[in-house]
Structures are given as structure tokens and as C-alpha cells.
């Protein structure tokens, strides 16, 4: 009796762990066949410079790490990841008495289309992605900055992933 309650746990418990994985996989977006996939610049629709390549890196280095893809030329790859920064917001929250910020935020507006060879759009996505900084806290526009770009990066390599 003891062991057949001890195995009715163990199934449990794997059903359980299977059933509440992560619930994605880096396969193609319904391209099973595809293998490589090439990461152009980023468009930079704001007057911030440099955001594309920071932006741009962070993606290729993601799907490096996280999706069986091989980045290659935009020529012989399957599928090519294309985006914009389409606004980059630095507003201040908070001032001390002689204008120093304090507190401010940093807001990005990202746009990533996906097309297979042939050209023909696979999906088209936008997001805001947000972080906030306080320099009392020795945090800078730059970590905050840091921050978002990750979590976009993130976000980009997930438009390449499908539910399981």
C-alpha cells in the first residue's frame, strides 16, 4: 500500500512538472525548415543615436543564446528579423532644488516584422518596454537604459517562438 502511494505522488508531481514548464520552444514561427535568420540594424525613427546598435546587438546575442538559429547574410537567410525604435522618451519625474534629476524614467516604442525569403510577412509586433531610475540609488539613464534594451531584446527573440 505505502509504495503505490509513493509512486501516485511521483506521476503527480511529473505531470505537474511537464504540465507547468516554461510553454514555449525556439522553433521557427512556422517555418519549420528554417535554419538561419539575418538581423539588419534597427531602424532609429527618434533623434537618440546609437539606440539601433545597442538594440540591434542585444537581439542577435539573444537569439545566439536562446534559439537554435544561425544569424547569416540577409541574402541566404530563411528568415530575417527586421525593426524600429519608433520613440525613445527620457522624461524627468523628479528634480532637487537646483534641477538635478532625481528620478526619471526611460520609455522605448519597438516595431519588429518577421519575413521568410521570400520576402512575405510572417508576424508584425509592437510594445513599449519601460524602466525607471533614481540616481539616489546610483542608477543611471545608462543601466535604466541597459535594462530596456535587454528586455526587448528578450521580447524580439520570443516573436520567434511558438506555444507548444
Request: aromatic share 10%; hydrophobic share 40%; charged share 30%.
Amino acid at each position: 500500500m505505502r509504495l503505490s502511494r509513493w509512486f501516485e505522488f511521483a506521476v503527480v508531481a511529473l505531470l505537474l512538472a511537464h504540465a507547468l514548464g516554461c510553454g514555449y520552444t525556439a522553433a521557427s514561427y512556422r517555418e519549420s525548415d528554417s535554419r538561419t535568420i539575418a538581423v539588419p540594424i534597427f531602424e532609429n525613427k527618434t533623434l537618440w543615436r546609437g539606440r539601433e546598435f545597442e538594440l540591434t546587438n542585444a537581439v542577435a546575442k539573444n537569439i545566439l543564446t536562446r534559439t537554435p538559429f544561425r544569424i547569416a547574410p540577409r541574402d541566404s537567410a530563411d528568415l530575417v528579423i527586421e525593426g524600429e525604435i519608433l520613440d525613445y522618451e527620457t522624461p524627468g519625474l523628479l528634480d532637487d532644488r537646483v534641477d538635478r534629476v532625481l528620478q526619471s524614467q526611460i520609455s522605448m516604442r519597438v516595431k519588429v516584422k518577421l519575413t521568410n525569403r521570400s520576402g512575405a510577412t510572417i508576424t508584425e509586433k509592437e510594445k513599449w518596454f519601460g524602466a525607471e531610475f533614481t540616481t539616489l540609488r546610483d542608477e543611471s539613464e545608462a543601466t535604466a537604459r541597459a535594462e530596456i534594451v535587454e528586455e526587448a531584446a528578450r521580447w524580439v527573440v520570443t516573436c520567434l517562438e511558438t506555444p507548444w
